[in-house]
């Protein structure tokens, strides 16, 4: 019987810097589509997929990630008073039962490859998770449990997979593909972010894996890789190369890359819009916008 996937990782030690200033106080992963943190997206999702302990790699200045899942008994009860049980419901979400949480530190941002070795210890020997929160992925069924059952019959690693236009593609991971099988691909290969003309294809790999306790151990003999950093998909690239199975996993679902500023814009509206109670005002709002910059140009 394969062991079943329910320990994720979710690094967030990285520097934010494209969000500056904001970021200087506020962790990236706490900034809100419309009222909810990136980090309430990424919690929930990897709930849905069976997870049950959930790791942070977190460094200076996170705090408020820390206390945003700690409960509130304060609020708690003035909303208890107030008879506002919706509020307490989605307070109660955000709420992290004692043990469910832990916390280890990366002491610099070396990388995200770094990033997860630092909870090689609380990982052991099983398989796990990785959960990039800034990659909010919108999904009729969640991202990573469309990934857990695919991962229940194959096995080996498995990273979440995407086209992206060939003009962006030096931007991301890429995938050398060995057997296209629809849905799953067999992978020979992975490179983080080539020179165009060393592109092996358009498909990206996405802020979701599934990961034997291997990559780590791999991760303890790299070297810095692409832009100075120790890079997971090179540590992933080597169990490849250790004739194990990788795959990658074309999931159904919308991508945000919201650690772009233009890519959290574009979740902010399109999560919106999905909102009953917001969606006539934005629209008017937008078109009403939109109408005026065309006038304008
Ligand atoms: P990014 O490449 O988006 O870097 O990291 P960043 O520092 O968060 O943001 P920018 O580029 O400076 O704006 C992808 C993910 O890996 C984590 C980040 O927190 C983010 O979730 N990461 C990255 C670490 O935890 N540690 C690192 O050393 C690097």
Redesign the pocket.
């Known amino acids: 019987m394969r062991r079943k996937v329910t320990k994720a990782i979710?690094?967030?030690?990285?520097?934010?810097?494209?969000?500056?200033p904001a970021?200087k106080s506020i962790p990236?992963?706490i900034l809100s589509l419309v009222d909810r943190p990136l980090i309430q997206y990424a919690i929930d999702e990897a709930r849905e997929a069976g997870i049950k302990e959930f790791i942070f790699?977190?460094?200076r200045g996170k705090g408020a990630l820390e206390d945003y899942f700690d409960g509130a008994p304060q609020l708690e009860q003035s909303l208890r008073k107030k008879k506002k049980t919706d509020l307490l419901a989605e307070l109660k979400q955000s709420t992290m039962d004692s043990g469910e949480i832990a916390y280890v530190r990366?002491r610099?941002?070396?990388?995200?490859g770094?990033?997860?070795w630092?909870a090689r210890r609380l990982i052991a020997n099983e398989p796990f998770a990785v959960i990039?929160?800034?990659?909010v992925i919108a999904a009729e069924k969640p991202c990573l449990k469309q990934m857990v059952e695919a991962y229940e019959d194959t096995g080996g690693c498995m990273v979440a997979a995407m086209e992206v236009p060939e003009s962006k593609a030096s931007a991301y991971g890429l995938l050398d593909v060995a057997e296209d099988m629809g849905s799953l691909l067999k992978i020979n290969g992975m490179v983080e972010k080539p020179e165009p003309e060393d592109a092996p294809s358009n498909l990206a790999v996405i802020?979701r894996y599934i990961l034997t306790p291997d990559v780590l151990r791999n991760v303890s003999t790299l070297k810095k890789g692409a832009g100075g950093?120790?890079q997971l998909t090179d540590a992933i690239a080597m169990e490849i190369e250790n004739g194990s199975d990788v795959y990658g996993y074309r999931f159904d679902g919308q991508r945000y890359d919201c650690?772009?500023k233009s890519g959290f814009l574009q979740a902010t509206i399109a999560f919106a819009l999905d909102r009953p109670e917001l969606r006539d005002d934005l629209m008017d709002f937008m078109i009403d916008t939109v109408a005026m910059q065309k006038a304008a140009q």
């Open positions: 979710f690094p967030v030690a990285g520097l934010g810097t494209r969000f500056l970021t990236k992963e790699v977190t460094s990366q610099e941002a070396l990388g995200l770094h990033a997860v630092c990039l929160p800034d990659d802020g950093e120790i650690g772009s």
